[in-house]
């Protein structure tokens, strides 16, 4: 019932600084808790950064704290996800994830939706 379109990726040296942008169709946005993850080449899906229905709670994988940025902008129905300090082992595809639980969820098989990707490349 609710489709994600992630965009913002790209090639970037270490160092730098990328904004990813999940856009969400319906009408409903602020009812669902929403998440980014990433797959790295040769491993699995991992968690990275989940936000609450309204924004006000927000959690993230220990990797990415105090780099990486979840927000939400519900009356654009877009959350993003700003990664600074980007590190080679950032590349991966980074999914956009929707959850009718709004309380930030790191466990994947808690989110219904999911957006295509979006490739992040890190080169040192």
């Known amino acids: 019932q609710v489709q994600l379109v992630e965009s913002g990726g790209g090639l970037v040296q270490a160092g730098g600084s990328l904004r990813l942008s999940c856009a969400a169709s319906?009408?409903?946005?602020?009812?669902?808790?929403m998440a980014w993850f990433r797959r790295a080449p040769g491993k699995e899906r991992e968690f990275v950064a989940a936000?609450?229905?309204?924004?006000?709670?927000?959690d993230y994988a220990d990797s990415v704290k105090g780099r990486f940025t979840i927000s939400r902008d519900n009356a654009k129905n877009t959350v993003y996800l700003q990664m600074n300090s980007l590190k080679p082992e950032d590349t991966a595809v980074y999914y956009c994830?929707?959850?009718?639980?709004?309380?930030?969820?790191?466990?994947?098989?808690?989110?219904?939706?999911w957006g295509q990707g979006t490739l992040v490349t890190v080169s040192s």
């Open positions: 319906g009408r409903t946005f602020s009812a669902y808790g």
């Open positions: 936000i609450s229905g309204c924004g006000g709670s927000t």
């Open positions: 994830a929707a959850s009718v639980i709004r309380l930030p969820l790191r466990q994947s098989d808690a989110f219904n939706a």
